[in-house]
Each structure stands twice: as structure tokens, then as C-alpha cells.
């Protein structure tokens, strides 16, 4: 089991950055996929960046160039540097972890939200 805690969003201007933070309650060392996901109104949630704990990454082209996932294994830690932030980015970014075994497990953080106006 892994709690995620996201922390980071807020209200920002377009062309502005955010850096979104992801808090697990245990070592991610061992954790196959990290990654951040986001859910717009009446949208259905979307991949935003994933890294590996042989950090490969893997961007959609929506944001491909201006965030970047990175992970600290040592604190736990999973971030997201958001740039050049447009209103379309409006959302709420989830945290998620992936472990791979017998039997694959799935975790979700709750969630924090990101405003870009323009």
C-alpha cells in the first residue's frame, strides 16, 4: 500500500508556472510508474507525464516541451514543473503510482487543483 499526497496547485496566469509536489507514505524506490494525471470538467481524466524507476518518461504532445516529472527517491518524492502554463491546463492533477507483480496495483492520490487564467 502507498498513500499519495499531492500539494501545489493554485491560481496562476497564463504563460505562468506552477511546480506540483507528490508526497508517498514509503520508499519509491520500488515503484515501477510514477506518474500525474488530470481531469478537466466533464472531460475524462488524461495522462499528463510518467517516469519510471529506470527514468524513462513518457509526455503527451499537450504538454511535451513545458512539464517535466522528476522523482526523488530518497525523500519519496514526485514532481511536476509546469511552464508556460495555458488556460487549457485548467484541472485537477492527480498523483499516481504503479507497482508491477503478481498482481499489479494502482494508486491515486486525492488530488489538487490547477487554475490557468488567461
Known amino acids: 500500500q502507498v498513500q499519495l499526497v499531492e500539494s501545489g496547485g493554485g491560481l496562476v496566469q497564463a504563460g505562468e508556472s506552477l511546480r506540483l509536489s507528490c508526497a508517498a507514505s514509503r520508499s519509491i524506490f520500488s515503484i515501477n510508474v510514477m506518474g500525474w494525471y488530470r481531469q478537466a470538467p466533464g472531460k475524462q481524466r488524461e495522462l499528463v507525464a510518467t517516469i519510471t524507476n529506470v527514468s524513462n518518461f513518457v509526455y503527451p504532445d499537450s504538454v511535451k516541451g513545458r512539464f517535466t516529472i522528476s522523482r526523488d527517491n530518497a525523500k519519496n518524492m514526485v514532481y511536476l514543473q509546469m511552464n508556460s502554463l495555458k488556460p487549457e491546463d485548467t484541472a485537477v492533477y492527480y498523483c499516481?503510482?504503479?507497482?508491477?507483480?503478481?498482481?499489479?496495483?494502482?494508486?491515486w492520490g486525492q488530488g489538487t487543483q490547477v487554475t490557468v487564467s488567461s
Open positions: 499516481n503510482a504503479k507497482v508491477y507483480g503478481l498482481r499489479d496495483s494502482v494508486y
